[in-house]
């Protein structure tokens, strides 16, 4: 595959090679989705990292070309004063993959062992009893027949910088900028400790985690789309040929004329 040089000499897939490879990929997840289909299993992935580390467009380019009721995408806002009453892992739980689906965590129960932590929404004694019962729980997760698969992006500090500030006069990136992510940026070593203390904890032999290097957004999606190609087997879906009815002509008319008269969408381009 073709790279450029970047300034630091570094290769960089060049974009069309990029895309290209790209859509090879989403053709093999669109038969991962079959296949997952076909079998009726059940698949887990959960995507945690730091801020800005790319695990929305990493999502965006594993689902934009599949079925979204095999591939659910599950993206939870901040607990409700009700939710936070309730065993913890159990507003996770309820999203979980019936047989047939793919269900991917845009940040998960990890939440607890990151930025609960750091910021000081969950008490010590809290963080620590979820790193002692977080393996045990997936162990069950995993033994009751869900193929489970932990992500962390990780981008280094100085493209974090840059892509912080990035979103600062971007006006289609601004919105990816709250206080809780100008926070996160002044607690960057927190943060990595807090990253240290949940993989000694949860990097466990039935549920390990992999990490992702993000730096560049491109190489960081093809590595992480082929590696989730390579962790569940998949094999070509017995299918009958599709080929396309006679439209029926009874009782046709002109269904354009009694249009007319009623509301479109003025076309500008």
């Given at each position: 595959?073709?790279?450029?040089k970047?300034e630091?000499?570094?290769?960089?897939l060049?974009?069309?090679e990029?895309e290209k490879?790209l859509s090879?990929?989403q053709?093999e997840l669109?038969?991962?989705q079959?296949?997952v289909r076909?079998?009726g299993?059940?698949?887990?992935?959960i995507?945690?990292?730091r801020d800005?580390?790319?695990k929305g467009?990493?999502?965006?380019?594993i689902?934009?070309?599949?079925?979204p009721r095999?591939?659910r995408?599950?993206a939870?806002?901040?607990?409700s004063?009700?939710e936070?009453?309730?065993m913890?892992?159990q507003?996770?739980i309820q999203y979980?993959?019936?047989?047939g689906e793919i269900v991917i965590?845009d940040?998960s129960w990890y939440?607890r062992a990151?930025?609960e932590?750091?910021?000081?929404?969950?008490?010590?004694e809290?963080?620590?009893?979820?790193?002692?019962?977080?393996?045990i729980?997936e162990?069950?997760v995993v033994?009751?027949?869900i193929?489970?698969?932990k992500?962390w992006?990780?981008?280094g500090?100085?493209?974090?910088?840059?892509?912080?500030?990035?979103?600062?006069?971007?006006?289609?990136r601004q919105w990816?900028?709250s206080?809780?992510?100008l926070?996160?940026?002044?607690?960057?070593?927190?943060y990595?400790?807090a990253r240290?203390?949940?993989?000694?904890?949860?990097?466990?032999r039935h549920a390990?985690?992999y990490i992702v290097r993000?730096?560049?957004?491109?190489?960081?999606?093809?590595?992480?789309?082929?590696?989730l190609l390579?962790?569940?087997?998949?094999g070509?879906?017995?299918?009958?040929?599709v080929?396309l009815?006679?439209?029926k002509t009874k009782?046709?008319?002109?269904?354009?004329?009694?249009?007319?008269g009623?509301?479109?969408?003025?076309e500008?381009?």
């Amino acid at each position: 595959m073709a790279k450029s040089k970047d300034e630091n000499g570094n290769g960089r897939l060049k974009r069309k090679e990029y895309e290209k490879e790209l859509s090879r990929l989403q053709v093999e997840l669109c038969k991962l989705q079959e296949w997952v289909r076909f079998k009726g299993l059940r698949v887990l992935v959960i995507f945690e990292g730091r801020d800005a580390a790319g695990k929305g467009g990493t999502i965006r380019a594993i689902t934009e070309r599949v079925n979204p009721r095999i591939f659910r995408l599950v993206a939870l806002p901040a607990p409700s004063d009700r939710e936070k009453s309730q065993m913890y892992m159990q507003r996770y739980i309820q999203y979980f993959p019936a047989a047939g689906e793919i269900v991917i965590f845009d940040r998960s129960w990890y939440n607890r062992a990151g930025v609960e932590y750091v910021m000081g929404f969950c008490t010590k004694e809290q963080h620590k009893r979820f790193l002692e019962l977080c393996p045990i729980v997936e162990q069950f997760v995993v033994e009751g027949g869900i193929i489970l698969i932990k992500y962390w992006l990780e981008v280094g500090k100085n493209e974090q910088q840059r892509r912080f500030e990035a979103r600062i006069d971007d006006p289609l990136r601004q919105w990816k900028l709250s206080p809780m992510d100008l926070e996160s940026f002044r607690r960057w070593y927190e943060y990595s400790r807090a990253r240290d203390i949940m993989l000694k904890a949860t990097d466990t032999r039935h549920a390990p985690w992999y990490i992702v290097r993000t730096d560049d957004k491109k190489k960081a999606r093809l590595n992480c789309i082929s590696h989730l190609l390579r962790m569940i087997p998949f094999g070509k879906v017995p299918k009958e040929k599709v080929k396309l009815p006679k439209r029926k002509t009874k009782g046709h008319y002109d269904d354009q004329i009694t249009l007319k008269g009623k509301h479109f969408v003025p076309e500008k381009y």
